[in-house]
């Protein structure tokens, strides 16, 4: 339920009305965008004063139905929200490109790539340490070693990292290390490990489930949202149908209609869908200029090689001429994206 | 099978291989780029002399494995296929953009709908005439009185015409009106229809069906172009998959997948993707961004008032905005898009 | 609208309802079952009287939501319908199996064939003249000569058959040879089509499109019923996902929900869900366990050599041994199936 | 890479042959059915002395692909794995039942359900009692309070229970009251919780996840296998497609598929596929004629009052029926299942 009030609202009549829901023991969220306000009933406590809400000076309308993810939703905060991440901000007026490795291999890989992307424009780092693979018999990450060395990759850069958490018992070890904290797509569902999420302090990066609803994937920041931490960026990252020319489907609509529901940022990982790296550029270009606030892409040093996911890894050449073009069309929609160092 | 030349290859020699299988029955197709000349062995004829040509000069080597499509395959013709439809070219350096209603109402809603499109830089026009509808009860097109409706607001405003046909039977009736014929998404795989289209001369529209591969959207042009008839354009118009925020997902992704596998030019239609006009210019930016060769969009004068697929219809004016985005992109991605007229 | 009269009705009172929605240009269907008798108002004329209706004797209530397909849906048509083929009545207590290879491809293999399913049990035969393959280049059937080598296997051992159509053209040809006439998955939306087998004579086969809903299904068997042919029987036969261990998903739940919503046969084609016949036995006693009345299936006598989908084609013994299983599954949920003969 | 040995190989021979692998470091499975033995070479090292082992006695040949999945495939294990919980055994004659509520909600509701389910024939109680639930404002299960509500039920009537665990923190906690774990379709691909599951004691239930192929299922339990657990049971439970007539689509094709590719059993859940009471009889149906070596199905006293699931819950009365129906398929495939007490 939304308490929708009326335009020139007094501040008095206002504060009037959220005392009220206060002091009956409701909870609420007040959102605000230029002369509209929103009042959010988000308890049954609250929800159970409308009647008497609904006749308050000030109130314009009480709305009943309402999404079922209200702390995420555009109808509780009609504003877009900005996840700093360090000196980053995504969700502003800058595309942020986030790149690195599917896992960190060695101290001269991740430091190479990491170089490599930041002087191309990349703004954040990112690698896996713990990777969840399908069979027990595939190189699982190099645990805690990875993630130091990804801590120290960034570090010389200057780029924040990011890195996938695939259990609430690494919390304390990951955000010791990280600058975000990867929820990846096979755990998008994983609420233990969600709730776990809104209890730490660092943003959260929560890439859609490969056969999750844009729904499912909103109720999914919900649970970390509501457990505390508002900090949450979604990712579109190809969900499974039955075309089988590329790894998963890019769902590029997912992009609009998420910025349409939410305020929380959204962004797009290109190499995850596409499975094949001669698409990445394309892909990365249609998110952006479908309204996307970042680009994930894998990078390598040298893809053959890789221990995982080597033929969706862009070169670092590659990367840069992707950057090129992904730059031009973030201007021709109104944004900017990271210059080159240098 | 595929007989790929040296480089600097002789026009004599050249000659004497394309005699030499022509000679003993063979079919063949020759494709030139720059430098490199493929010679495809079309049928078994041709494949059986094989042997023979691997010792001929000016024979660099023979690829066996070869597309299941050998006609609208990029081995058989490196170079992009333009289609010229009246004084319009698509798969050339312009973004066309093809809009419409997706029905033919009246003379007057049609008429409007042209001038309005032409006025803000559409290319073509579309509308339909023969709809193929889920239910019998549904409102089924004017049938020949909307093809006449159609080429007379397409006559007026200058724009060529395209219409969709749904039985081999009315080939004579639309080739009359229509400067292109569209295969709707339901019959790509009515393979009788598809050879119909090889024998008449207009170009055609194929759309991909829901539930087909890129594969299977190949294998249907090869019916089209082994059939006589080489001026086919691809339309990627959305996948059917268990994601219901939107009526079908738009598979982007079968841009520059099918732009790398055939010579054809491939466009996107993103109205039918969405079936929510709220999306429509975010995914055409999207498909525009990944390679498009052009947009198809339903346009109304009155969406409210439309007798079929009025939620994912723009209005005239929706339309004229999404042109200025669209055309920034296009620019973005080094091509060009209609401009305005007047 | 369906008009839901009193139990206990009188004759009088139903007719004097009858006859006044017949004089004012109404146009009706009157379905009975045991006590409970429905009157459904199928146009708008009908639905007009609504009002009136409602006030007279006999009448119950009005129920004004309805499905989409009205005259095939089980609020219309209470009872089972049974669709008679020759002698074979499909719908009734037996469960009727129908066999014969993919396509016709000679007079001895045709007959080989007829003779040791009819021998097994089988009811009917199938078999392929007009084959819709995806591929140009790929065999498209014998036409008119394997038309007629099917009817007379089909003469000789006393076993109705059934064949594709797959161009309105071709009805006379078939019709003339063919006791019941096939609409394949790929045409089961080639409205055209559908359209045409309603003014013929002969019932119809009518299987589910790959990526078809359950309701485009009724809809389409909508098609046929409402331009005059209410024979019509519906075939689930696999459904295109993600799963690429079988060729198709086959969509068992389909038989019990189309069941539940139409007063049509519904039978199973597990030869082309599973695309191996390692699997097909398994797949028809799901079929026949979850209500199936009927069960299609391919049968080749040298499934190696055969010209399209050997890997799914049971040997003639492996026909006869799934048939000693079906008879037992049948017999489990209170329904009998074909004896040998002999 | 497996070594088939000669039919009627001497026991000297294969003792020889499995020292030499041993006394090299090399890991093996040895599987012997009838006069068939296969020994598999399972790591590196064993599979290093292939070129050796091929020359000694009573080798017939070595078969170097196999599956990716090697200690729960087939070709490591001829015969079926049979899996105890309590005194039931999975994967023999019988057919198992379980059956219980989704979640536990009351001493009352349990026991009054457990007690119906016994007498209708169940050999097994499910409940949950923590619930991952996809809205973080749903009724989350009771916890704790639920896992001894349960155990308590089961121990009155007899029936070993099977509950779901969601995260590695809570195993102490389950195993203490559980005689079977579960692990849920949303954890499928959670391999933190599966190698957990490996080191404890309890029989494991693995559903598949609503997009996971077959052999991702497989490659799941291989997790648990490897990790130190064969005790594993397999569960089909509808996956997600276009089709939104049922919740999922169940795919029946799963049963057989299993059946052939692994030797753990494999039982079905018809209440998740179907989403709606009036379809799982039919399709539990088609599970157990498929092959199914049980069934899974939710029960509740009071289904209009469940606090989940309870539009697919069966009532007890309902349940009795659906026994009734199973028993006599399961006797028409050569099974058995359980009979009612009393």
Known sequence: MIVVLSSGVSLRDKASIVRFIEQNGGRLLVSELGEVTHIGLVD??????????????????????????????????MGDTIVDVGRVSIGGTEVVVIAGPCS???????????????????RMLRGGAFKPRTSPY????????????????????????????????????????????????????????????GAQPRPVLLKRGIASTIEELLLAAEYVVSAGNSRVVLCERGIRTFETATRNTFDVSAVPVLKRETHLPVIV???????????????????????????????????????????QSLTIPGFAEMMTKLRAVAVAVGRTLGETVG
Chains 1, 2, 3, 4 share one sequence.
Do not use: K, W
């Open 269 to 311: 990982d290109p190499s995850h869908a596409a499975g094949d790296r001669s698409l990445v550029s394309s892909l990365a270009a249609a998110g952006v200029a479908a309204g996307a606030d970042g680009v994930l892409v894998e990078v390598h040093n040298d893809p053959e090689a890789a221990l995982s996911d080597g033929p």
């Open 44 to 77: 049954e406590a609250a929800r159970a004063l409308a009647p008497q809400i609904e006749t308050m000076p000030g109130v314009a309308m009480i709305r009943s139905e309402t999404p079922p993810y209200p702390q995420v939703s555009r109808e509780h905060r």
């Open 138 to 197: 595939s190189f699982q990450g190099l645990g805690a070693e990875g993630l130091a060395l990804l801590a120290a990759a960034g570090s010389e850069t200057g780029l924040p990292v990011v890195t996938e958490i695939v259990a609430p018992e690494d919390t304390e070890l990951v955000t010791a290390q990280a600058d975000m904290l990867q929820i990846g797509a096979r755990n998008m569902s994983n609420f233990r490990l969600l709730s776990e999420m």
């Open 104 to 122: 960190v291999e060695s101290a001269d890989q991740i430091a190479t790539i990491a170089r490599g992307v930041a002087g191309a424009g990349a």
